[in-house]
Structures are given as C-alpha cells and as structure tokens.
C-alpha cells in the first residue's frame, strides 16, 4: 500500500495471494494432525485474492475454512481499514467458528496525518467501519496499532488522537513512537518531532489505553468464557490459554484453576473470577 513510513513494499515486492485450494488443503492436513485453531496471516488479509483467476474474496475464503471438520478456532490478521468489506464483516456475524477479534491499525487520529501517511482512509471513515463491525457482532474484541509523533503531529493533532482513543476504546493498543526508516518517504518529511516529546505523548497514551483495557476486563468480572488451554504457568501454578476474544499478538491471557486433566489444545469453560489490564484470572468449569 505505500504508507509512507513503511518499508515493506520496497523489500517484500508487490502483494500477492496464494492460491485458495492450496490454502485449504494446508487447513485440511493441519486438521487431521489435530489442530483446532488456525491463523490466516498476511501483510494485508482484507485485499486477498485481487491478483488470483478468478477472483475470491477474503470472506469467501473464510467460509471455505469454516467448512473443515476439526478446525473450531480460525483467527486472521491484519486488517487495512480501506478494505474491510461489508462482506467480511457479514461472514464474521454468522460464522460460529471466527474468534470474535479484529486487529485494526488506526495509525493517527489526526484525518490530516493519515493522508500524509498515505493510509487512504480518514478518521470518520475508521469510526464507520468501528460502529458496523460493533453493530453487527456486539462482543468483538478490538486493538489496533497507533504510531506516535509522526513528522509535522501537533500537540493538537496527538489530543485528536488521545480523545479518539478515548472514545473507541479499545480492547488493546500496540502503540510506538515514530521511527525514520531509511528509503522511505516519510524519512525525509520536514518537521521531525522532538524524541522527548514522542515518548512523552506515548505515555500519556498508553495510561489512557492502560485504564480503558482494566476497565473492560473488570466487567467480565463473573463471566463464563471458552478457553483454549496453551500451557502451563510453573510460577502461579495456573493453566493459562485464550478466549474468542483475546488476540494473540499481545500480551492479554486467560489463567485459570482446575481440577480436572487438561492439555493444549482441549477448549473448557473458564468463569472469571479476577483482571488486570492485561490478564483475566478464573476457575474451570467442570467438564
């Protein structure tokens, strides 16, 4: 896509898709080594498929996954706003087997610092595509990433930013100060902002983010969530795995006691019992 900061489409080449059939197949032998959860990964999953003949769409491609016997998990990331489909959005509301996560990198809150980085959308589009996700699946789950003090921010711009975080509220933050990658176009942008006030901004923000991400932890206080088990923790003696709704590029896990004999990979029922910003502490439900 071009963004202006980003070196990718200079070292990595022109996008391209891989071939569905090829995809499922690699889905189906995953399956029936035992694998419940899958991950659909690419530089920009909502654009797949444009390059292949004939065509099929990102969505039509996740119900062909949903399709296979034995997969009951199936995540993807990430998503360009610019390409998040209605169609897309309509597959993850019926679909019983898509987790109930969307990574969303917003960038800026500043509509004037998204065209510079080229993003192609504008704030009030970003919000669009946030009330219709939320509309059409109410428990999704929603981080983003955010880069701070991009050449020409304004203390103005970055309190865009502060109250638009504010008000989505997001599940999780990945949030960085801008860094000059060499080759890029933005490296050379005129109005460099200040190191010291980069990473002032970037505490300020991730606070915000930090109390909002507690908040909605602590009302899943007494909630009942599926969770796959990954491991164990040798420290607090407590299983640990994910929710639908927990993404797995970030910190954020579900802890949990139990009684029974579980394995990675079994899916129980974990009531929620204890939260931080970060993690969700339970007991097993009994099998």
Do not use: W
Not at 53 to 62: T, V, W, Y
Not at 81 to 106: F, T, W
Not at 221 to 230: I, N, P, Q, S
Not at 231 to 236: A, K, R
């Amino acid at each position: 896509n071009f963004c202006s900061y980003c070196i990718v489409p200079y070292v990595r080449g022109r996008e391209r898709s891989r071939e569905a059939k090829d995809i499922v197949r690699e889905i189906e032998k995953l399956a029936a080594d035992g694998v419940v959860e899958v991950m659909l990964l690419g530089q920009n999953v909502n654009s797949y498929g444009k390059n292949l003949e004939p065509q099929i769409s990102f969505a039509q491609l996740l119900q062909e996954v949903e399709k296979i016997e034995g997969i009951e998990r199936i995540r993807f990331m990430t998503s360009h706003p610019k390409d998040l489909s209605d169609e897309l959005i309509d597959v993850m509301k019926h679909s019983k087997k898509i987790c109930k996560h969307l990574h969303l990198p917003l960038q800026s809150g500043s509509s004037r610092i998204l065209k510079i980085m080229n993003r192609r959308y504008d704030k009030e589009k970003y919000l669009e595509l946030v009330d219709k996700i939320r509309n059409a699946v109410p428990d999704i789950s929603l981080t983003t990433d955010i880069i701070v003090g991009f050449p020409g921010e304004t203390e103005e711009q970055f309190n865009d930013l502060y109250e638009f975080v504010k008000k989505v509220r997001f599940d999780r933050m990945g949030a960085f100060t801008y860094s000059q990658e060499e080759d890029t176009p933005a490296a050379d942008f005129p109005n460099q902002v200040d190191e010291e006030i980069k990473e002032e901004r970037l505490d300020r923000l991730m606070t915000l983010q930090q109390g909002i991400s507690l908040e909605l932890n602590k009302a899943k206080l007494g909630k009942t969530l599926e969770v796959l088990v990954e491991g164990y923790d040798e420290e607090s003696f407590l299983f640990y795995g994910r929710s639908r709704g927990d993404s797995i590029d970030v910190d954020g896990k579900v802890y949990f006691a139990t009684e029974e004999e579980v394995t990675p990979g079994d899916i129980i029922k974990v009531k929620i019992l204890d939260a931080d910003e970060y993690d969700l502490t339970g007991q097993a439900e009994v099998i």
